[in-house]
């Protein structure tokens, strides 16, 4: 039995990219627009580095994630301990050294947004 025009005309269509008679321009747009999306940002530079408060909003982001996995974690490590176990306590001190990293990230964030709301203020005056 022959086969259809129509079935011909799909199966035809369907097969893999034929130089010689030209490739369809929709599908190689997508492909080329699929490839830049996968590999521009590992070539293209990834920008002007970051400024101070960039930075600084960065390491407090760091520091407050580091405590708060640390806090979370306390409770299952001194659960079967000893009060006066000293691994409850280094425990104790690690979240604690942590927690003060953090105030001291966030400090250091308001002392450069506080230098930037007076370096504006003076611009605007």
């Known amino acids: 039995m022959g086969e259809v025009p129509l079935v011909r005309q799909v199966r035809e269509e369907r097969t893999y990219a034929d130089f010689a008679r030209g490739v369809r321009w929709r599908k190689l747009v997508a492909a080329g627009i699929l490839a830049a999306g996968v590999f521009a ?12 408060a960039a930075s600084a909003r960065e390491t407090a982001a760091k520091r407050a994630a580091e405590w708060e996995a640390l806090a979370k974690g306390l409770d299952a490590k001194i659960a079967r301990l000893l009060p006066c176990d000293p691994r409850a306590k280094s425990a104790i001190e690690e979240v604690s050294h942590a927690s003060e990293a953090r105030l001291a990230a966030l400090g250091e964030v308001l002392k450069i947004a506080l230098a930037q709301a007076n370096a504006d203020t003076e611009r605007v005056r």
């Open 41 to 52: 940002p590992a070539v293209l530079p990834q920008g002007a580095p970051a400024g101070p």
